[in-house]
């Protein structure tokens, strides 16, 4: 806890507006922060203070699935629809939301916490997260009825930290700031190659198998885990465009693609590794929103996925989906 402190103090440092030239120039020396823009493409707002409302869907399930993708078990934890507004004083905000509706009509006693932020700084951009989910709504087909099966796991419970950082390469003519902050405008459609790295953490425990009796094929490949502890990291890169529409709207679409090595250990009936010690997978993350930009107002509708892939043994993938909706409407006050 004590390291994921000390990264955001970092990030938060990185985000601090310079007092004058001389820290300027000693935070570009030790952060390789550009700020020099191609201003016919990326226009600055200047604007002290920000308000916004938002409306957001946040989700992080998983599935377990046989190499033939024949067997599939989806997990879902009770997804919140939150309603919320915020603000903030240069590059530093507050947000808060509360839940208006979920997903099932019987909450049956699941609880979730849920923590995301990203930070885009010149050509830099991070994304952190740390998530808990205690109950997992567990459906699939039935084996004997071959009909849907659902039923509701509350001893299931995950846990996730996840860090993504990617450089933009083209920082001078392309803004993903643009697409989700607000603070600067796309003028000129532009793209941009992405590359970095990541590290997550993925951490799984139930009671009894994840497996309910009820999805068990008689030739069923699948393992009754009931505990895994998975440690992932990688290399992503990629790409991401904005077209600029008429009438300050934007576009902006993003897939970056990644190989992740993964190593942990998984119980079923014993504890084994995974991999001999490792296993090589791969991750895909998208950024993608539709908005209007302009000196008061901006607003969007995005979608964010980060979607990886372990091979648990020769037979089984486990697949885990973190991503949110969200629909905001933003005023900047100069």
């Given at each position: 806890m004590r390291s994921c402190l000390l990264l955001i103090v970092f990030l938060i440092c990185f985000a601090?507006?310079?007092?004058?030239?001389?820290?300027?120039?000693?935070?570009?020396?030790?952060?390789?922060?550009?700020?020099?823009?191609?201003?016919?493409?990326?226009?600055?707002?200047?604007?002290?203070?920000?308000?916004?409302?938002?409306?957001?869907?946040?989700?992080?399930?998983?599935?377990?699935?046989?190499?033939?993708?024949?067997?599939?078990?989806?997990?879902?934890?009770?997804?919140?629809?939150?309603?919320?507004?915020?603000?903030?004083?240069?590059?530093?905000?507050?947000?808060?939301?509360?839940?208006?509706?979920?997903?099932?009509?019987?909450?049956?006693?699941?609880?979730?916490?849920?923590?995301?932020?990203?930070?885009?700084?010149?050509?830099?951009?991070?994304?952190?997260?740390?998530?808990?989910?205690?109950?997992?709504?567990?459906?699939?087909?039935?084996?004997?009825?071959?009909?849907?099966?659902?039923?509701?796991?509350?001893?299931?419970?995950?846990?996730?930290?996840?860090?993504?950082y990617l450089y933009n390469f083209n920082y001078r003519r392309f803004s993903l700031n643009s697409s989700f902050i607000g603070t600067e405008i796309q003028r000129k459609s532009a793209g941009a190659p992405l590359a970095g790295i990541f590290f997550q953490y993925n951490d799984l425990h139930a009671n009894s198998s994840v497996v309910p009796p009820e999805l068990e094929y008689p030739n069923n490949k699948l393992l009754p885990i009931s505990e895994a502890n998975i440690w992932s990291t990688g290399l992503i890169a990629g790409y991401a465009y904005t077209f600029v529409l008429p009438m300050h709207f934007y576009l902006t679409l993003s897939i970056v693609p990644g190989i992740t090595m993964n190593a942990g250990e998984v119980k079923t009936d014993h504890y084994f590794g995974i991999g001999n010690p490792i296993t090589v997978s791969y991750k895909l993350i998208s950024k993608n929103a539709f908005g209007f930009s302009s000196s008061h107002f901006y607003g969007y509708m995005a979608l964010t996925s980060d979607r990886s892939w372990v091979r648990l043994n020769k037979d089984e993938q486990f697949t885990n989906d973190l991503g949110r909706w969200i629909v905001l409407l933003g005023y900047l006050i100069k």
């Open positions: 601090a507006p310079p007092a004058h030239a001389q820290y300027d120039s000693l935070l570009s020396r030790i952060t390789f922060l550009k700020t020099d823009f191609d201003t016919n493409y990326i226009r600055l707002v200047p604007k002290d203070w920000e308000a916004h409302l938002y409306m957001q869907i946040k989700y992080n399930s998983f599935e377990s699935s046989d190499k033939g993708g024949k067997q599939n078990i989806y997990f879902d934890p009770l997804t919140n629809v939150s309603l919320g507004g915020g603000g903030s004083y240069t590059n530093f905000s507050l947000d808060y939301g509360f839940a208006v509706t979920t997903n099932r009509n019987d909450s049956a006693n699941a609880r979730g916490f849920d923590f995301i932020t990203s930070l885009y700084v010149g050509q830099h951009i991070f994304d952190f997260g740390i998530r808990r989910y205690n109950g997992y709504y567990v459906s699939g087909f039935d084996s004997s009825t071959n009909s849907p099966f659902s039923t509701f796991r509350n001893d299931i419970v995950t846990a996730n930290l996840f860090v993504n």
